[in-house]
């Protein structure tokens, strides 16, 4: 008798995120909308594509963001709490934006370190 082969009912592709992200103030402050719009940056990288990628609007709307003020407002807080950079607006062109995911969430709800003043004697 043969083996039965084990047919496997995991998709194919995933999206990592590091548990770091995961389990960081920057991660656990985002919104819904927020997190569903990295999820579609993430898909939209490749590896060789990491400081550009290209998502349009209409991206985010297939997959289930249907208002444009709430990607507005979504990109604004991946932005602030330094999970992404927006290389290129695309606007009035009707180009799409280019964005770039960032490490820059590491520092995000840490106090800046005091400057030392120095003052002449």
Not at 1 to 30: G, Q, V
Not at 76 to 93: A, N, Q, T
């Amino acid at each position: 008798m043969s083996r039965r082969k084990y047919k496997s009912t995991m998709p194919k592709s995933f999206l990592w995120i590091d548990r770091e992200l995961f389990s960081s103030l920057a991660w656990t402050s985002l919104s819904f909308s927020a997190r569903c719009i990295y999820m579609c940056l993430k898909n939209a990288q490749t590896g060789t594509n990491d400081k550009e990628l290209v998502v349009s609007y209409s991206c985010f709307q297939k997959n289930g963001i249907k208002s444009n003020s709430t990607i507005s407002k979504g990109i604004k807080e991946l932005k602030d709490r330094g999970l992404i950079d927006v290389k290129r607006s695309g606007g009035l062109f009707q180009k799409p934006n280019i964005y770039a995911l960032t490490e820059r969430w590491k520092g995000y709800g840490r106090p800046l370190p005091a400057l030392k003043l120095h003052r002449k004697k």
